[in-house]
């Protein structure tokens, strides 16, 4: 028995060995077949990893690393104690069950670039001259130009996904946006109108894409705020409506108030 | 069945804290209680599949017989369908049972984290909305 036992193990090591490769090659003669290049980014996405049930697909699966927690913004020096004061005084306040009312209580679309977080899925369509990426989070939508110009700054007229243009570096999407509005909150950072975001998009592998932000404002950051998010591909899956349409919170009382009679 | 909640209380208010916002699409949770879950039984008398919230009326009579109509609110309808729900799966006049965390500040309202159809399916209110921590028809959780 004594001897069989190492035998047995060395057995089931090369047994799992070998399964690794045939699952290796078997995933390479899978990828091959897939739609690669650019066309790759087409389709459903959510969020990954997804961080609670009914975000995301539910699926177990884990593949790639996942990114890294998004760093503080690097605010001038005039800026970052008010940022820090008031992320500790929104902490608080949600401890004490009396959260501040913000964009999303007030039922208003999350923007540049809050909308990439993906918190419900998103779909990506690439069509000649154009990608639009839509997400199901308040039915926002961003449509990318290819190979355009962006206007100039001061004639950008501000909105909430701004003006994006893109180009193809290989197979990763470049897209730089631009005229976001001066109100529109990310982790509730400020930014002036000479905010600018570089996303660099591409496929991991087959079935996870990965966007790296990089925000830069002369106005009010110090260098370059990077950070990575991730999407898994979700095949099939059809994009709900979201039409933000019966707003219960509301921000003029200090406490909120849920309606409770009933509608008529 | 109660669907199983992959992440922790625990994972969400890191996540609340680190964020500085409301983590998910609408407002944040935390009006509610956080530790207090309850189980009310009575007759729905409006159920409203709208974003960016769900929301069920129902009449709850309490112990001494009266009688309160509570607003009761669920996920939105993505997170819902996403886990299960239909949008015509509860009607007006069934008597349906819920696990709920009631406001802190006593308006008869309350945040869904199970519901009980008369034919006894069960369905969470999602990930965001946390899982129900009691069991049907046991003692409610204080």
Redesign the interface.
Known sequence: MTTRQPRAARARRLTSALATIAAAAGALTVAAQEPVGIMGINGSWERYPNIASGLGSDSARVAPPAPGPIPDPPLKPQYIGEWRASAARAAELIQQGVPQPDSGSACLPQGMPGMMTAIFPMEVLVSPGQVTMIQEAFNQVRRVYLDEELPAVEDAEPRFSGHSAGRWEGETLVVETIGVKDYVRFRNVPHSMSMRIVERIRLVDRDYMENVLTVTDPEYLTAPWTWKWMYRRWPGYKLQEYVCEDNRYDPSLEYQQLRVEPAQ | MI?????SAA??FA??????????????F???E?DVQVQFTGVV??Y?W????V?I?MDIRSADGETK???I?G?????????GWKWNMIKVGDEISVIVSP???G???ALLKAVRLPDGTIF?N???AGPARIKFDEESAQ
């Open positions: 669907r199983s909640d992959r992440a994972a969400l996540l609340a804290l680190v964020a500085g916002t409301p983590a998910f699409a609408h407002h944040s935390a009006p509610y956080p008398t409006k409203q709208t974003n960016p919230h929301y009326e109509r509570w607003l609110e996920a939105n309808p993505g997170i819902l369908n996403r886990i406001l802190r500040n308006d008869p309202a969470g999602g990930g965001p």
